[in-house]
């Protein structure tokens, strides 16, 4: 297993990221884990679970499953026989299959790299009859020999790269049901944050779909969270929507409510002991997120906010949400938000946001919905 900017920090840091990595994998799955000369070697009681797990751990840039064996030639041609007439079976070569030999060494031994590969291929035309293609192969088999052992493989998977889980601190994300924020929240994920997730439930504005929409969106999401706890919060936040449409112009609604979110979350974060508030923002996409509403909805809180999706388009965030596995969930039909007004406003100004604000008295009734949760345990 390969792990990639983990490699260039220092040592110090390295070697923190490297045992968290490793921590996070055998929390994982069932295995025997170790690092040597800049990889990981997994020896999973279960290939199958591995490779399905290993695609979804932060630090994990790409996999591949091996055959091991003795670094020595009369041992290795044997394995490499062996292993081309498995691909053979399952119809990855044949005789007319254009192949090459990929050879890497770590340490000392008496040949050379391209000696390795050029006795491998031997091997290969032998066993085969297949052709050598070293500018263009269908078909990659590689040797990775580190010292005395040696490593035969074809498939190189990937990871999703980042930084290990718990290494970057903790964070609340403000979750919805929507595209957006479970993107944003897997990115911040992916820079190694552990998440404490909050949504809020908008009844009687939304319907309980939507509910339950969120709560397959953080199942997924806890996939990714291996050797760290996921933490799903949700808050009764329809009496504060309420007040805004009782006590706000209409055109106030969204901003009212989006301000409140993040003083809530705020709450949350200290309560938590998380350093940052997520949010799936995109500039311009919808009436909260223009820059004059992005400043009065942040103004109340101390806390930065970060917004990964700030500069990507819809097409870029819902590529990625197909990629991660939320898209599916997210666009499920569940009515929207019966709150929202015909005509948001898009340009609010910070001192009528502080004047609405004390009006409908926004810092007492986020500390009543914060006081009165309903915590959640992460979904199994």
Request: aromatic content about 6%; overall charge negative; some cysteine.
């Amino acid at each position: 297993m390969r792990y990639g900017e983990v490699a260039i920090k220092g040592p110090a840091v390295r070697r923190r990221f490297e045992k968290k990595l490793l921590s996070n994998i055998r929390a994982a799955f069932s295995c025997r884990a170790e690092i040597r000369h800049g990889r990981i070697f997994v020896f999973p009681d279960n290939m199958d679970e591995a490779l399905d797990k290993l695609s979804r751990i932060f630090g994990v840039v790409s996999f591949s499953p091996a055959v091991t064996v003795e670094t020595d030639f009369d041992v290795i041609e044997v394995a490499l026989r062996e292993y081309v007439g498995e691909l053979k079976l399952e119809g990855l070569i044949t005789e007319r299959t254009p192949f090459a030999i990929r050879c890497r060494r770590v340490g000392q031994h008496d040949f050379t790299s391209q000696e390795m590969a050029a006795f491998a291929g031997s091997v290969v035309v032998r066993e085969i009859g297949a052709p050598v293609d070293l500018g263009n192969p269908d078909l990659e088999i590689h040797l990775e020999i580190r010292e005395n052992r040696t490593y035969i493989y074809h498939r190189v998977i990937q990871g999703p790269g980042g930084l290990p889980a718990g290494t970057q601190g903790k964070v609340v994300a403000l979750l919805s049901g929507g595209i957006d924020s479970p993107v944003a929240t897997y990115l911040l994920m992916k820079r190694g944050c552990q998440v404490v997730a909050v949504h809020t439930d908008n009844s009687p504005f939304t319907a309980p779909e939507s509910l339950d929409k969120v709560e397959k969106i953080a199942s997924k999401l806890e996939e990714y969270s291996a050797g760290v706890e996921f933490k799903l919060r949700i808050f009764r936040y329809g009496s504060y929507l309420e007040k805004c449409r009782r006590e706000a112009p209409e055109n106030m609604t969204c901003v009212l409510c989006k301000a409140g979110m993040y003083r809530l979350a705020e709450m949350v974060a200290e309560e938590e002991g998380a350093l940052a508030i997520v949010d799936g923002s995109s500039l311009g996409q919808v009436a909260s997120q223009t820059l004059p509403n992005i400043l009065a909805t942040r103004m109340a809180v101390r806390m930065p906010v970060l917004s990964p999706l700030i500069g990507m388009d819809k097409v870029e965030i819902e590529a990625l949400a197909k990629r991660i596995g939320t898209y599916d969930i997210s666009v499920i039909p569940d009515g929207g938000c019966g709150a929202v007004p015909r005509h948001p406003s898009t340009a609010a100004d910070t001192a009528s946001i502080r004047e609405l604000s004390e009006k409908i008295q926004v810092e007492d009734e986020i500390e009543k919905i914060f006081r009165s949760a309903s915590e959640t345990e992460s979904p199994e």
